[in-house]
């Protein structure tokens, strides 16, 4: 099924991120995101490279998220940063598609598309998100 790529969808409010990892199905891709201490959100395609296990089953390490199964650890550019056997040539050839994710208004958009064409700035406003002392939301997923 085709999708339109080159826009921004809202993936997660972004309060979800304040628990650890969170993985959504965007345009046929599993995503998984969290939140780093820079406050940047990472959004890396949820599929191991090593062997396709969700990353969102392991753990969040740092500013990186560790896969369950044997140990590689991606930041949130999608780079490898940590292998269990501290292979570098392993580290330098492994990673994960990285996707642009912005937080805004209390909710994480992401861009599937190029990324090279990705305008924050064209981001729908729903600044009343935000505003808790004249609106209350509700929010879940599911
Ligand atoms: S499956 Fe992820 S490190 Fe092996």
């Known amino acids: 099924m085709p999708f339109l790529k080159n826009t921004w969808y809202v993936a997660a409010n972004a309060p979800e991120l304040d628990d650890g990892l969170v993985s959504r199905m965007i345009c046929g891709e599993q995503i998984v995101m969290f939140r780093a201490?820079?406050?940047?959100?990472?959004?890396?395609?949820?599929?191991c490279p090593h062997r396709f296990v969700p990353l969102s089953m392991g753990r969040r390490v740092g500013d990186s998220v560790e896969c369950?199964?044997?140990g590689l650890r991606f930041d949130g550019t999608g780079a490898c940063v940590e292998a269990p056997n501290d292979d570098e040539t392993q580290r330098a050839r492994t990673c994960v598609k990285a996707f642009k994710a912005v937080e805004r208004d209390s909710l994480i958009w992401l861009?599937?598309?190029?990324?090279?064409?990705?305008?924050?700035?064209?981001?729908?406003?729903?600044?009343?998100f935000s505003d808790k002392e004249t609106y209350t939301s509700i929010q879940g997923y599911s």
């Open 111 to 128: 861009w599937m598309g190029d990324p090279a064409l990705a305008t924050p700035e064209t981001i729908p406003e729903f600044a009343f």
């Open 68 to 70: 369950g199964y044997h």
């Open 37 to 47: 201490s820079t406050g940047e959100i990472a959004a890396l395609q949820d599929r």
